[in-house]
């Protein structure tokens, strides 16, 4: 049974800085993963989805890297805005399988 | 191109009773998945339709079912409501089984059982 694991739970950076958000997956043999960002109360928006053959992904400030042998994907995002406060959440695709397995998410937290 | 729509989008309903949330994919889309996001357990599946067929149920008890019509628009149903249902509930579609497209959201429908 897949399991994903995000760490840490909560993170508050000061605005400007790089930073980095991890995942963590039990069982390496995945479809694809994918990033994605849910502002309080709304619904999910696609940021990146990285292929199981794919090592990363980039769009604007954003880098999604996939290291399906470790079980780990990190989501770097660069020069952080109060824009991108929300909860980033991180979801696992297996083979054969449209269901997608969710990690509990990292509260990002910017401070102008 | 319209994104996913779900309807309605706030209920509020009292326990025992029974409620249907509506999911419409985005147009073209034939693939439709439910979830269940609470603060305790996070997004849960719930379940997966393609083409009228549930091709893939999460571990939820027998109250919650769901179905796809012909224009893949989408229903589930929760019966006999309880508290701990209280939840947003999220569907998300995308384009064909096996797609290596992103799953598309909708922006949920908050369910609060009094």
């Known amino acids: 049974k897949q399991e994903v694991t995000q760490i840490p739970a909560a993170l508050s950076v000061p605005e400007g800085e790089n930073l980095v958000l991890n995942c963590s997956f039990t069982?390496?043999?995945?479809?694809?993963l994918q990033w994605f960002r849910q502002d309080p109360g709304k619904g999910l928006t696609s940021l990146l989805l990285?292929?199981?053959?794919?090592r990363e992904q980039t769009s604007g400030r954003l880098n999604a890297s996939l290291d399906k042998s470790s079980g780990r994907s990190t989501l770097y995002i660069a020069a952080s805005q109060p824009g991108d406060s929300a909860t980033y959440l991180c979801?696992?695709?297996?083979?054969?399988?449209?269901?997608?397995?969710f990690g509990t998410g990292t509260r990002l937290t910017i401070i102008p | 191109k319209a994104g996913v729509t779900q309807t309605p989008r706030y209920l509020i309903k009292t326990r025992g009773q029974q409620v249907t949330l509506s999911c419409s994919p985005i147009s073209g889309h034939r693939s439709v998945s439910w979830y269940q996001q609470t603060p305790g357990q996070g997004l849960q599946f719930l379940f997966e339709?393609?083409?009228?067929?549930?091709?893939n149920k999460g571990n939820f008890p027998g109250r919650f079912s769901g179905r796809q019509f012909s224009n893949s628009r989408s229903e589930m149903n929760v019966s006999t409501l309880e508290l701990g249902d209280s939840a947003l509930y999220l569907c998300?579609?995308?384009?064909?089984?096996?797609?290596?497209?992103?799953?598309?959201f909708g922006p949920g429908t908050r369910l609060t059982v009094l």
């Open positions: 339709y393609f083409s009228e067929t549930q091709r």
């Open positions: 069982d390496s043999a995945i479809y694809n």
């Open positions: 998300a579609s995308t384009s064909a089984l096996g797609s290596t497209d992103t799953q598309y």
């Open positions: 990285i292929q199981s053959s794919q």
């Open positions: 979801a696992v695709r297996d083979f054969g399988n449209e269901k997608l397995t």
